[in-house]
């Protein structure tokens, strides 16, 4: 049996603005993943931690707000503590061309910046399928 | 008598009972209005006969009931809308200097934006607040930043309209304490504070206590601003994040207006007189791309507005029965793709919202899907709303739109659409009972969802992003806020801590703590007594936590 | 050290790898479950179920607290639906009890329906034996909707806490459809509206034909209100009130002995059919024996017959 692939949607911070995050999951979820969804305002603790019981294979994290080069990494840094750093993490939202290097450095594998269409997610995902399937 | 010769009448009677009383007070911009090529416009266009009791009926004339064709019996010809800026980020110091700039380009009122930790109640210093100090908005955690925010801004001079809600008590007992500093009276300040907390449960999230609490807050601050701050618009019913969140124009307006009955229906159960509060509600509505639907919208969320008013809550006077209303451009409009196609964007919705008899308008810069706006395009998006005043020549007439038959069919099915809406709404119990069921947010959602499979789909053509796309650089010039402010104004914090009279801030923050035990005390006087000794808004928030609980997000998708 | 140990010992990311073995039906599993088995049956399972939108959840969030303030540890197996269309799925349960996901004494897991071979109850009842083994004290098994599987999956439960609310129409249903006989204890939510005491009437009318004989085991129907946490004090006592009645008259014992018999049915079922299956080389002639169907040369009990005849045959010559 083909593994079912486990994906986690997040929103780290105080940011309330769900609606990319809320299709993101919604379109994931028709494309066939299971999809787990925290809701707003999480720490990036909990995310973490949430991110190891489910046993998920990918963490995605949404922002608006800025926070992103303070709280994307930090949710890394979590999921280092739990050792849970071979969880893939992207994340997506109002993100600067210039801060994509830093976060790449800090362990984001992706970034996706507002407009992105869906099936470059699902690409991105299934490019790292062998990935998840060989743990 | 022909029906010509009726509408001619009732225009009479307008002119003499309304019109004159405006006119006498309030001047036009003019005497006599032009078009551009010199042909003399006419105050109010009218239908060339037809049947003169359904447009009194309908539309009626400007000023009064069913106000479908604008609020003010002269609108723009007497004054345009109020050109208003949303702007705040970083320090007080930072943000102060930005409205001090807007000011001397011509902008005639001020719009706080703050940050994620203020609009929760948070200080700088607290854990939930890292990464977000400053990062929307200004943050403010005492009377110390609210006073160095209006530094040299005499708030008897500007009106001020601040986004805030969970917490909009604290930020008004600061704007207060301001204002006497600086030798203002209460009844002198003019502004307005969102304080709409069911769209934050619906779709923006900075939500703190749960509905009843809550309300009662929004409540308290209705009945202590009837009385000692009369000029201020108490709250502001906003649609404007329900469309962000992807609603359709018909559902902006339905569950707005569905969240302002459930303000009158809490008002009323408080025991307040409807006429003493209903006058000082306002609105806030998006503007979208797409022109006549948005103008039928606004045009049609007034007429509803005032028969909801009159004949559902039997208010009596006409200010109560009034839909006045700010207006934002759409920022879920705007693309990060060539995003000088914005500006273009923004000029549409700023004649739908003109062409739709907004009061105040923010226009979005056309760098805000990257990151802060910056200077220069804060002035290109005040520029668009100049030139859509002084030179389009839409703002010379009154609804200009009016009797379009596109456009008042489209207003009348919008109406008949929101009914549906609201009649479903009243059925499951109120606005309150809606949101804990997740039926808003559900409609919402199915919505946005249809939206955005319909882009991918390049059904719905996004120009620059699923079509006539281009090869970009990466934009430059984007504006960043300090990641070590949060330290920074931790550190300002701790200042005012050390140096306020400590037992003054403790005796407050326990009168507080037992007057909202009592849910028949109004918890204002205690809010600006803590304010004023310098308490600071987390240690506000937290008495109020404790007291009431904290909402949580219950609706899963 | 093995999967089974760190289980044992209460590493969080090997139960959770655990938990996806179980999904995912990995190679390993039944190794790992009998591995784990005999350091099972210490903890008490509670099911929670009833319809879309009765707030099970936001219970199930305050039933943690209540848990965690008297010191027990608490497992959380919330099982929602696939998408019959995709095979995805949202699993946003979690999303209620998230206040408790910093908490180490509290392990939530959200599990897919997905198209189970050995159906949803078996997985569940797997996932339910890392949980136990593992040391939690309480495990609470959290279902969406009263069907068929849902009632398997209640199977798993020492305690069974049906909840109902007002105004969605469909708890009149719900009781005729056979779903009180799996609740020990009624919940009523939302009591706070007009109509919560009407259900409460017909609650306990259903109830009184049920025991019209046997008065004395009567199962208690309270009213809360999940969002408030208003009765839930109440609740959490009746709960623990009605285990002991049942531990004392022998009953959880002898559920306990049905669910191990059942889950060996369960078992026994899945790998005969699996057997026999990979005996006859079902798949790869099944488009052989719809021809000999279509042409009326076989029919379908004789040719069935007539293999397994000759398969049992040829392993017992063996």
Known sequence: MAKKIRILIGKPGLDGHDRGAKYIARALKDAGYEVVYTGIRQSPEAIARTAVQEDVDFVGLSLLSGAHNELFPEVIRQLKQEKADDIIVFGGGVIPDDDIPGLTAAGIEAVFTPGTPIKDVIAFIEANRERVESK | MSEKKKLEKALQEWEDRVLKKTLDHFPERRETFTTGSGMEIERLALPDGGDADRYTEKLGFPGTYPFTRGVQPTMYRGRFWTMRQYAGFGTAEESNQRYKYLLGQGQTGLSVAFDLPTQIGYDSDDPHSVGEVGKVGVAIDTLRDMEILFDGIPLDKVSTSMTINAPASVLLAFYIAVGEKQGVSRDQLRGTIQNDILKEYIARGTYIFPPKPSLRLITNIFAYCAKEVPQWNTISISGYHIREAGSSAAQEVAFTLADGIAYVKAALAAGQDVDTFAGRLSFFFNAHNDLLEEVAKFRAARRIWARVMKEQFGAKQQKSMMLRFHTQTGG??????????????????????????TQSLHTNSRDEALGLPTEEAVRIALRTQQIVAHESGVANTIDPLAGSYFVESLTDRIEQQVNEYLAKIEEMGGMVQAIEKGYVQKEIQDSAYRYQREIESAEQVVVGVNK??????????????????????????????AER????????????????????????????????????????CNVLRDEFGEYRESIIL | MSLARNIIQGDIRAIARAMTWIENEHEAKEQLIDEIFP??????????????????????????????RQGRKVGIIAVDPSSPFSGGAILGDRLRMQQHATDDGVFIRSMASRGHLGGV???????????????????IVETIGVGQTEIEVMGMADI???????????????????????????????????????????VEYVLGLKYAENMAAKNPVLMVSALTGQGIDDL?????????????????????????????RTIAAAKIEALVHYHLDFEDRLDSWVEMLYSRKESPYGLMNGRIESLIKELTDK
Request: aromatic letters at 4%; one cysteine or more.
């Open chain 3, 236 to 264: 959490h006592h009746s709960l623990y009130s009605y285990l002991n009645l049942i531990r004392s008259s022998g009953t959880l014992e002898q559920r306990r002995r049905d669910r191990l018999a059942g889950e060996l």
């Open chain 3, 121 to 139: 109850a078996g997985s569940t009842g797997d996932a339910v034996k890392v949980l136990d083994a593992a040391g939690f004290d309480t495990i």
């Open chain 2, 332 to 357: 879920s409009t705007l693309t990060a793709q060539q995003p000088d196609n914005n500006i273009v964007r923004v000029a549409i919705q700023t004649l739908a919202a003109v062409l739709g008899g």
């Open chain 3, 39 to 68: 350091d099972c049956g210490r903890a008490t399972v509670w099911g929670i179920t009833g319809p879309p939108g009765a707030g099970k959840s936001t219970l199930t969030d305050q039933l943690i607290t209540r848990e965690r």
């Open chain 3, 160 to 202: 069974v806490l049906l909840v109902l609310v007002p105004g969605l129409g469909d708890e009149i249903q719900a009781l005729k459809a056979g779903v009180m006989e799996i609740g020990d204890l009624f919940v009523i939510n939302k009591a706070d509206r007009d109509d919560a005491g009407k259900i409460k009437a017909e």
């Open chain 2, 468 to 497: 006539f796309q281009i090869q970009e650089e990466a934009p430059k010039d984007i504006l960043k806020v300090d990641p070590a402010l949060r330290e920074l104004q931790s550190k300002k914090l701790a200042a005012v801590r």
């Open chain 2, 501 to 540: 009279d400590q037992s003054a801030v403790d005796a407050a923050l326990a009168a507080l703590r037992a007057a909202a035990k009592d849910t028949g005390i109004n918890l204002m006087p205690h809010i600006l007594e803590a304010a004023k000794r310098y308490a600071s808004l987390g240690e506000i």
